[in-house]
């Protein structure tokens, strides 16, 4: 199962060093194969990734999987176009062995992933892989990763992620997992758990028994923390919750009001977050080591939804101080409050890109909602999504890709990610309703 | 650095009954509403309370359902509002009444909000919500040590509808019984 000891350790990757492998220096050189991936429009990359070869049916099993979860990332991430494996003349090849271009060139493959999947003699699954460029008959990537086999899924999506990088000059984010809200049972009485899952939907794990209202999960920077919001009959309460360790602390003594919509500081030393007394919403900082609270706004409003900026400096929040939900930036200690977004409608839940160029956020226009990003002064919106109800978007660790949930009437709530440009809208395949997603940096 | 330790292993409990969210009995429907000056919200598209025939002598006086009968147990709210409309004030006057009646009750307020607005946003609305039935009670008798509050926001709809008519039902303050009725009981989860 996924719950495996695994630690940090246990992915080897190195770069092989393998005989056999092409020269480097051909009389007359094609045009380098890349993805610019900052071009208006994307013409995604054909690439050919034919099944792991294996050395006995478990392995070559596995390989065939690993082959195929690669794949889905790259397809999924709009900038790769994985061609169809039954136009493959070579099904599978050695990866000791160089390919055969031309016929790779045939059906105009312009990079190949081969590899190879093995069991050491320990029992760990080893897994060789090769990135190559068709046209220039070159080598890009060749390496090597170690694993437990049960966890085959995560060397998959660190070779999307090694292929993602060496082709778009960006970290990928496919080794990453989701902590979201899984939702069952009617509306009116609707089970709502904490949830953990792998980025492309694979082995969701609950990690709360849906006795209270589970709400807005976040990671820390570190991977290995959650804070989420809980609601009960008469309390609402605001935890962070180790994974590593299993443990779950409340955050903040607000006694007789409701905590909510926390968000971690990205030094991981804080939470912000909205304490309500008498009707008005206002954000506070906890600090987890000495317990200290400090009010940062004082308002009869509402004031929610923080979220920090990369730098920790500053805060984008959300308040109807001025009549109507909008979003404003303050510093994080509460001075210099602006508002940001002017356009028309609703605007909530904004959330600080993890590179401090965007800020994204839901807007509410008539009976439409949209996912928007806009620069951190407000300037340069864009809408990227619109539907009878899309909310809460995410960060990948990238920047490039956001998660949402979307509620299509009839159809229940899903979760969604979309382009940063608005293009690119994939369902995330896990199979029930869910909600409230947060993205998690990169594993270690 | 584990990845997935154990300690997760032991706390993933799975098992979809969850006991508490259960429901009590169907209760009355919110009121139909007389035609009211401009700037009341648009009224719940409700049926009206039919009384049970069945009983000619109602319920036990001081009992949850004498309250929920005889004051009603939810008010509406408008879009995006927390002021109380007129009819909201009605029944909130039946309940301050009800409630120095019988002054061993103490009551709790839930502010709900509809599904068209974000979850922390909804969940503030509804607090907001709550403590407008909370004020107008304390300022007709009702000691504000008897009354708490809590906001549900679009967490627990009372209908499962889409459109305009199921959102102006999920708009609403609930005031639910938490001590002190005649019988006991409450009328927790009342829709």
């Known amino acids: 199962m996924r719950?495996?000891?695994?630690?940090?350790?246990a992915f080897i990757l190195g770069a092989l060093l393998v005989g056999g492998a092409p020269g480097l220096t051909p009389a007359v050189r094609a045009q380098p194969v890349e993805v610019d991936i900052n071009k208006g429009t994307i013409q995604p990359l054909p690439i050919a990734i034919p099944a792991f070869s294996g050395t006995d049916p478990k392995t070559t099993e596995l390989g065939a999987q690993?082959?195929?979860?690669?794949?889905?990332?790259?397809?999924?991430?709009?900038?790769?176009?994985?061609?169809?494996?039954?136009?493959?003349?070579?099904?599978?090849l050695n990866v000791n062995i160089n390919p055969n271009f031309p016929v790779w060139k045939q059906i105009n493959a312009q990079a190949l992933i081969d590899g190879q999947a093995s069991l050491d003699a320990d029992g760990r699954l080893r897994v060789v892989f090769r990135l190559w460029d068709v046209f220039n008959g070159t080598q890009l990537i060749g390496t090597e990763l170690t694993a437990s086999p049960d966890t085959y899924r995560r060397i998959a999506h660190?070779?999307?992620?090694?292929?993602?990088?060496?082709?778009?000059?960006?970290?990928?984010?496919?080794?990453?997992?989701?902590?979201?809200?899984?939702?069952?049972g009617p509306k009116t009485h609707r089970v709502k758990r904490l949830a953990i899952m792998d980025q492309d939907g694979a082995n969701p794990s609950y990690l709360t028994d849906g006795a209270h209202v589970i709400m807005t999960p976040r990671f820390a920077s570190n991977d290995q923390e959650i804070t989420y919001s809980d609601l009960s009959r008469d309390a609402a309460k605001v935890y962070v919750f180790n994974?590593?360790?299993?443990?779950?602390?409340?955050?903040?003594?607000?006694?007789?009001?409701?905590?909510?919509?926390?968000?971690?500081?990205?030094?991981?030393?804080?939470?912000a977050l909205t304490v309500e007394r008498n009707g008005d919403s206002n954000l506070y900082l906890v600090d987890l080591h000495s317990g200290g609270t400090q009010k940062l706004t004082a308002d009869r409003a509402i004031n929610t939804s923080p979220s920090f900026s990369p730098d920790g400096g500053k805060i984008v929040f959300n308040s109807d101080r001025g009549g109507s939900p909008q979003i404003y930036v303050m510093n994080s200690d509460g001075t210099n409050i602006h508002r940001i977004s002017f356009g028309s409608g609703r605007y909530t839940t904004p959330v600080w890109s993890p590179k401090g160029d965007l800020i994204a956020a839901t807007r509410q226009t008539g009976n439409t909602f949209h996912i928007v990003v806009m620069n951190p002064d407000g300037s340069g919106e864009r809408v990227i999504t619109s539907s009878f109800l899309d909310e809460g978007p995410t960060w990948a660790p990238n920047g490039r890709v956001l998660m949402f949930s979307?509620?299509?009437?009839?159809?229940?709530?899903?979760?969604?990610?979309?382009?940063?440009?608005?293009?690119?809208?994939?369902?995330?395949?896990?199979?029930?309703?869910?909600?409230?997603?947060a993205w998690s940096p990169l594993l270690k | 650095m584990d990845l997935f330790p154990r300690s997760l292993r032991t706390l993933a409990l799975v098992g979809a009954a969850a006991a508490a969210l259960s429901a009590c009995a169907h209760q009355a429907p919110p009121p139909v509403v007389p035609p009211g000056p401009p700037p009341a919200p648009p009224p719940p598209p409700a049926e009206p309370y039919q009384p049970p025939m069945s009983q000619p002598t109602g319920p036990i006086p001081g009992s949850v359902k004498d309250f929920v009968v005889s004051a009603g147990d939810r008010i509406y709210f408008g879009t995006n509002e927390s002021t109380i409309s007129p009819e909201g004030g009605a029944i909130l006057d039946a309940q301050a009444q009800w409630l120095q009646r019988y002054p061993q009750v103490t009551v709790r307020i839930e502010g709900n909000a509809d599904e068209r607005g974000t979850r922390e946003y909804n969940l503030a609305l509804g607090a907001r919500r709550a403590q407008a039935v909370k004020d107008y009670l304390a300022a007709h008798g009702v000691a504000a040590s008897r009354i708490t509050t809590i906001s549900y926001g679009k967490e627990k709809p009372i209908d499962p509808g889409t459109g305009e008519e199921a959102w102006a039902h999920n708009r609403n303050g609930h005031t639910t019984i938490t001590a002190g009725a005649v019988g006991g009981g409450s009328n927790e989860g009342a829709e």
């Open chain 1, 3 to 9: 719950l495996t000891k695994l630690t940090a350790s």
């Open chain 1, 158 to 184: 660190k070779i999307a992620d090694a292929v993602y990088k060496r082709m778009t000059g960006e970290d990928g984010y496919f080794d990453t997992h989701i902590v979201f809200v899984a939702e069952a």
């Open chain 1, 66 to 92: 690993i082959a195929q979860v690669v794949s889905a990332d790259l397809g999924r991430s709009g900038f790769f176009r994985p061609l169809d494996p039954s136009t493959f003349v070579e099904k599978s």
């Open chain 1, 243 to 271: 994974i590593e360790t299993g443990r779950r602390e409340t955050v903040g003594q607000f006694a007789g009001a409701m905590a909510f919509a926390s968000r971690f500081s990205p030094d991981g030393s804080k939470i």
């Open chain 1, 406 to 437: 979307r509620e299509t009437p009839g159809a229940g709530q899903r979760l969604w990610t979309v382009d940063v440009s608005g293009r690119n809208e994939h369902e995330v395949p896990y199979p029930g309703g869910a909600t409230d997603p």
